[in-house]
């Protein structure tokens, strides 16, 4: 089962920034904290991915708490293409006893739909 | 920017008919996987490959599911004897060390 917890939708405003919660409240100290989304019926699309300081690419910024049991996807000027369902996974990293195989567990994650 | 292709995107096969589908992954990947999609549910895992052999299955998996990486660029899905609830999009993932998955655009399979 995903070790996270997501709103199952909501609404933003496009121009306006889009702030995704999510919950994962029992994450290992070395886990990381992953973000995809699925538009329509595409493949899942990564965006960002941190341990426990902020990221910012050039799709979004991830916000980590300090205790690391939350966090929050932020897109920042959300347009109509943003429109989608966006998962929140928990993962451990790439080490000698999982060689990499850590697979990923999708949600049902939060559909995101921007309004024009 | 990299893509994983898969091929054909949409397969229409009868129930108990042999389908492969193909993937072509990142070159410079390692790890190499399939999850599938049934209509309004979630992703799931089915298989990871690495290292030219399965590392982890899940129970979805069955006898009548096999992969294999032929020649070093494809990666295939073989189910057997298709049955309806194979129904599903699937997806193929390709990735490298501590990096997020690339995933093909998939292959929408339907049995009739």
């Known amino acids: 089962d995903a070790k996270t917890t997501q709103p199952p939708s909501m609404d933003c405003a496009e121009g306006r920034a889009a702030n995704l919660p999510c919950n994962h409240s029992?994450?290992?100290?070395?886990?990381?904290v992953y973000w995809y989304r699925q538009i329509h019926s595409q493949g899942p699309q990564y965006i960002i991915h941190?341990?426990?300081n902020n990221e910012t690419n050039e799709m979004a910024s991830l916000i980590i708490t300090e205790d690391r049991k939350s966090s929050t996807l932020i897109l920042p000027h959300a347009t109509l293409r943003d429109t989608a369902v966006y998962y929140c996974?928990?993962?451990?990293?790439?080490?000698?006893?999982?060689?990499?195989?850590?697979?990923?567990?999708f949600g049902t994650g939060t559909r995101l739909t921007i309004i024009p | 920017e990299p893509e994983v292709t898969q091929t054909p995107s949409h397969q229409v096969t009868q129930m108990g008919q042999e389908v492969i589908l193909r993937c072509v992954p990142i070159?410079?990947?390692?790890?190499f996987y399939w999850y599938r999609q049934i209509l309004g549910q979630k992703v799931e895992f089915l298989v990871s490959?690495?290292?030219?052999?399965?590392?982890?299955k899940s129970e979805i998996f069955d006898d009548q599911f096999s992969v294999e990486r032929p020649d070093g660029s494809n990666f295939t899905l073989k189910i057997r004897s298709t049955k309806l609830e194979d129904s599903a999009m699937y997806f193929c993932?390709?990735?490298?060390?501590?990096?997020?998955?690339?995933f093909g655009s998939g292959t929408r399979l339907t049995v009739v």
């Open positions: 070159s410079n990947h390692l790890y």
């Open positions: 029992t994450i290992s100290g070395n886990e990381y």
């Open positions: 996974i928990v993962r451990s990293p790439d080490n000698r006893s999982n060689f990499g195989n850590e697979k990923l567990t």
């Open positions: 490959f690495y290292n030219n052999e399965i590392s982890e």
């Open positions: 993932a390709s990735r490298s060390v501590n990096y997020g998955y690339t």
């Open positions: 941190g341990l426990k």
